[in-house]
Structures are given as structure tokens and as C-alpha cells.
């Protein structure tokens, strides 16, 4: 048993497998990047570097997409019947839960998270997203259509295709999850799948790996290429030989994806940043309103698309609300993830640690006031202390930019029916909530808001089941669900003269 500088053992076979160099997943087999060359991932509770990956860069990208085409096109890939699919996918869901403890302690030593929470939430999540899709592998269907040509009769009909081999990139926010929400619905749908996760967490998805040869997966239908994104995930985006890129990241990149898959065209969807209002009515049952908005802005440490990062409560319970909050802050247990008593960890990185501290000196200097925090924990890793901004404008970039820390603008209202323009007044449109005892006002603002989700009474309700995804710059498509199977497929028509 080793340990990683806290008093906490981890598992044995996490120290295993963090002390070889970890390899890349192409074709069936771990290799070494052409370049040779590694990279570090380090352990965000104390700064320390974690484990050695290979770093892929074009020319392992452009292995594995090749790797990928040849699987979607000969061998055992392509003839493998929607039930066999479906065996492999739930298959992957129980090897995840069979190593739960251990996938989580790797997923909290690389990324930072509350172990608690990797246990609760990360893990059985993904295993949760493998077994819902691997529901859909056999019901994937087309349509017959009437049509209404004149004189001959015609025979008409949709067939629902794989769209063949899919780029993924996918951020450190939450990496097995964020790796099963991408590998799910294009396994079930039969495409092949190049994947790229975050330099800052590449760990699980590639435990994972391990995991998807181990359920069965043909060779080269699941390829997973560690690297940076301006060399590998620019590639992979680029790539001629790529059918459809998926993204979540940031909007800059989203854009720059765009970008690059205009060359060939391929598909995209985008899942991508907000700045996600969160609305307390005077009505609002406090008791839950509360601790449900400090939850939709701490929880992961604030460091989720989805956050409730702009606080809107009625003037009457305003300061009612901040002050619980604030109380709601001082409650969490701090401290490195791989403590089972944390509750809130630190930030991934050093430079996500400079960035949400250089949001916390922007709203200062632009009048801000701190209820509660604003300051980076002292002492080694990437810590910050949970924080409430009052005194807030509508024109801050503390208000108008996603801060991805638990960083959460307070604003109050007064108009019930103005609202809803103040909600709108961004660029993004992700996610919201609306807490009020009224199931009028619940559902006329649920109506106006533009986002993809509205949670009402609740926040951060997550399923395989619901749609997720963004209006404006929050994305393109929506993930889970029925559309998340779309994403993945391409419709033909068939229509025979009879
Ligand atoms: P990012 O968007 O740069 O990274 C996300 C993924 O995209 C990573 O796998 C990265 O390697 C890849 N990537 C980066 N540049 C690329 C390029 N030119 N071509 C192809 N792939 C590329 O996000 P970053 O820098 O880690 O975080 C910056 C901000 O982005 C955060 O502060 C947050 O606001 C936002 N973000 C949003 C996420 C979400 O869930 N919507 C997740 C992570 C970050
Ligand atoms: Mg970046």
C-alpha cells in the first residue's frame, strides 16, 4: 500500500498502475507515442506529479483514426448484431462497478475531487450512462414513410446508420463520467471512437480502456489517444478521415473545432460553457433553496458547465438567502479529495487555480463585495475558498464570464415579471433553476428562460435519460436520451418502385 501525501492509503493497484508510464490505446494494444515522448499529470492537493503518460500527438491521432476506420469497416465490428452491442456495453457498465473503489480513488488522485463524491457520483454515473445506452443498441430505429409520388407505387423507408468513426475530446471536470457520456451512444449506435481526454486527468479513460478490452470490444473500435489539445486534439479534430467530432471544453475551443472540422465537413456537437442563473423567488421554500443553490455552485468545486454561477434572489429574503449560503460554505470539510472526510476539494490546476483567482481580483477591483471567501488557501495545492460576490453589476466580468470555481454572484430583484431578462442577459444558455412554491411562476419562467435545462426545486439533476446541452454559445446538440443516440447516426432513405 503506498501513499500520496496524505494520511489516506490508496488502493494497491492504483499505486500500480500510477507507477509505470501509461500507455496509449490503439488498435487493440498499448503503445508508446511515436514521438516517444511523455507527459505529467499532476495531483492537484499538493502539486506533485502523479503518474507519466504518453503523449500523443498527429501521428498517433492519425494511427488510431485508422485503427478506428479499419474496425467500423471489416472484422467483427461491423456484424455485430444491436444485441451484441448492447452485451459489451452493459458488460463494460459492471467490470466499472466491480473496480468502483479503485476507479474512484485514481479519479480523485488525478483530478482533485472529494473521494466521497467520486464514490457517489463519478463512478456509478458512468456505469449508470453504459447501461442506459446499452438499452438502446437494439432499439435503434428508421421509419416507414408514405410518399406521395404520383402513377407508379414506391416503398419507403428510413434507415438509422452509424455515422462511422467519431472524434471525441473531453475535459477534466468529470473525465469517467464525460468518457462514458461520449464512448455510451457511439458504441450503441456502432460507430468506432478515437478519444482524447484532458492532460490534466487522463487516468480513468485510461483504466477504462483496460476495462473496454477486458468486456470484449473489438480491436480498433475504441482508440484512446492521451495528449494535449492544440497538438492531439487539434488533430483529431482536423482529421479528413474523422465523420463527426464531439466536444465539451470551453467556448473558445469549441469555436476553434469548428473551425477545424469545416475542412471535411465532418459533424459536430458541442457541449460547452454557461453562466447558469439561478432564481429564488419570495415564495421559495428556504429550507431547500438554500442549500440546493450552494450545491449548484460548490459542488465539484465549482467546477461544472452547469453551475449556478448567478444567484438572483427576490430584495425581500436577499440577504436571508446570501447569509445562508455563506453559512452553507463554512460547513464544507476542505482538504485534499483522497480524505473520505472532504467535501470540497481543490481546483485541478495550477492554472485553472490563476484563473478563478484572477476573476476573484477582477470583481474586487470592479466594486465587489465578498459575503463569504475570495481568497486562495494557503499552503501547496490548488485551493480556494468558497465564495459569495454581493455588490455585484450586470456588466462584471465576474458576472458576464464563466468562472468555473466556486465563485457565485449574488444579484437581487425586485420585478418577478423582469426577471427572466436578466436570466437571458448572456451569451451562454445551459442549464438554470427556479425555486418557488408556485407551480405558475415555476413554469412560465421555466418557458422564457433560454437554456437547455430548467431545474425546478432541485439543481444539478444529472440522467442518462434527459437531454443535456446548450442554447447560444453553450453548444450545439443535445447529449443522453434519444438525441444522444441521433448524434451518432446518420438517416437514409431507401425508396423502392414496386
Ligand atoms: P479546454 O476547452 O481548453 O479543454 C477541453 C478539452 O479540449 C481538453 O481535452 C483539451 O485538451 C482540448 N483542447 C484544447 N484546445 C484544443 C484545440 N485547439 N483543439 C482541440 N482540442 C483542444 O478547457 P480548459 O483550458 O481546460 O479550461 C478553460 C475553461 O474552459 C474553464 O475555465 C471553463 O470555463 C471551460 N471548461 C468548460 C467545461 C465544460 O464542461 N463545459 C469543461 C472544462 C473547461
Ligand atoms: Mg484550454
Known amino acids: 500500500m503506498a501513499t500520496i501525501a496524505s494520511p489516506v492509503e490508496i488502493n494497491s493497484e492504483v499505486a500500480d498502475f500510477l507507477?509505470?508510464?501509461?500507455?496509449?490505446?490503439?488498435?487493440?494494444?498499448?503503445?508508446?507515442?511515436?514521438?516517444?515522448?511523455?507527459f505529467d499529470t499532476y495531483n492537484p492537493a499538493t502539486g506533485e506529479v502523479l503518474a507519466k503518460v504518453c503523449e500523443g500527438d498527429h501521428v498517433d491521432i492519425d494511427r488510431a483514426v485508422k485503427a478506428a476506420r479499419k474496425a467500423f469497416e471489416?472484422?467483427?465490428?461491423?456484424?455485430?448484431?444491436?444485441?451484441?452491442?448492447?452485451r459489451l456495453l452493459w458488460k463494460l457498465a459492471e467490470l466499472i462497478d466491480e473496480h468502483k473503489e479503485e476507479l474512484a480513488e485514481l479519479e480523485t488522485l488525478d483530478n482533485g475531487k472529494p473521494l466521497l463524491f467520486s464514490r457517489i457520483v463519478d463512478v456509478p454515473t458512468a456505469a449508470a450512462n453504459f447501461r442506459y445506452m446499452s438499452g438502446w443498441a437494439t432499439k435503434i430505429e428508421g421509419s416507414t414513410i408514405p410518399i406521395s409520388m404520383p402513377r407508379a407505387k414506391y416503398f419507403a423507408y428510413t434507415l438509422r446508420e452509424p455515422i462511422g468513426v467519431a472524434g471525441q475530446i473531453i475535459p477534466w471536470n468529470f473525465p469517467l463520467i464525460m468518457a462514458s457520456l461520449k464512448l455510451?451512444?457511439?458504441?450503441?449506435?456502432?460507430?468506432?471512437?478515437?478519444?482524447?481526454?484532458?492532460?490534466?486527468?487522463?487516468?480513468?479513460?485510461?483504466?477504462?480502456?483496460?476495462?473496454?478490452?477486458e468486456a470484449g470490444f473489438p480491436d480498433g473500435v475504441v482508440n484512446i489517444v492521451p495528449g494535449f489539445g492544440e497538438t492531439a486534439g487539434a488533430a483529431l479534430a482536423a482529421h479528413p478521415d474523422v465523420d463527426k467530432v464531439a466536444f465539451t471544453g470551453s467556448t473558445e475551443v469549441g469555436r476553434l473545432i469548428v473551425t477545424a472540422a469545416a475542412g471535411n465537413l465532418k459533424k459536430v456537437s458541442l457541449e460547452l460553457g454557461g453562466k447558469s442563473p439561478?432564481?429564488?423567488?419570495?415564495?421559495?421554500?428556504?429550507?431547500?433553496?438554500?442549500?440546493?443553490?450552494?450545491?449548484a455552485i460548490f459542488f465539484n468545486q465549482g467546477q461544472i458547465c452547469a453551475a449556478g454561477s448567478r444567484l438572483f434572489v427576490h430584495k425581500s429574503i436577499f440577504d436571508k438567502v446570501v447569509a445562508g449560503v455563506a453559512e452553507a460554505s463554512k460547513k464544507?470539510?476542505?482538504?485534499?479529495?483522497?480524505?473520505?472526510?472532504?467535501?470540497?476539494?481543490?481546483?485541478?490546476?495550477?492554472?485553472?487555480?490563476?484563473?478563478?483567482?484572477?476573476?476573484?481580483?477582477s470583481g474586487i477591483?470592479?466594486?465587489?463585495?465578498?459575503?463569504?471567501?475570495?481568497?486562495?488557501?494557503?499552503g501547496s495545492g490548488y485551493f480556494v475558498e468558497p465564495t459569495v460576490l454581493v455588490d455585484v453589476r450586470p456588466e462584471m466580468k465576474v458576472v458576464r464570464e464563466e468562472i468555473f470555481g466556486p465563485v457565485v454572484t449574488a444579484i437581487p430583484f425586485s420585478d418577478p415579471n423582469e426577471i427572466v431578462k436578466s436570466a437571458n442577459d448572456t451569451h451562454y444558455g445551459l442549464a438554470s433553476a427556479v425555486w418557488t412554491r408556485d407551480v405558475s411562476t415555476a413554469h412560465k419562467v421555466a418557458a422564457k428562460i433560454r437554456a437547455g435545462t430548467v431545474w425546478v426545486n432541485c439543481y444539478n439533476i444529472f440522467d442518462a435519460a434527459l437531454p443535456f446541452g446548450g442554447?447560444?454559445?453553450?453548444?450545439?446538440?443535445?447529449?443522453c436520451g434519444r438525441e444522444g443516440i441521433e448524434l451518432y447516426t446518420e438517416t437514409k432513405a431507401v425508396c423502392a418502385q414496386l
Open 19 to 38: 507507477k509505470r508510464p501509461r500507455k496509449m490505446f490503439i488498435g487493440g494494444a498499448w503503445v508508446e507515442a511515436a514521438s516517444g515522448k511523455t
Open 278 to 295: 439561478n432564481i429564488v423567488f419570495a415564495d421559495a421554500d428556504l429550507d431547500c433553496a438554500i442549500p440546493g443553490s450552494a450545491n
Open 365 to 378: 477591483k470592479d466594486g465587489a463585495k465578498a459575503a463569504i471567501g475570495g481568497r486562495k488557501i494557503a
Open 74 to 86: 471489416e472484422g467483427p465490428w461491423p456484424d455485430m448484431v444491436p444485441a451484441e452491442r448492447a
Open 184 to 213: 455510451g451512444p457511439a458504441l450503441a449506435a456502432g460507430c468506432t471512437v478515437v478519444l482524447k481526454p484532458a492532460e490534466q486527468t487522463p487516468l480513468t479513460a485510461l483504466r477504462l480502456g483496460e476495462l473496454i478490452q
Open 332 to 361: 464544507f470539510q476542505i482538504g485534499p479529495g483522497i480524505d473520505p472526510a472532504t467535501t470540497l476539494g481543490p481546483l485541478v490546476s495550477q492554472e485553472q487555480l490563476e484563473r478563478v483567482c484572477g476573476y476573484l481580483d
Open 471 to 479: 442554447y447560444r454559445q453553450s453548444g450545439w446538440g443535445r447529449e
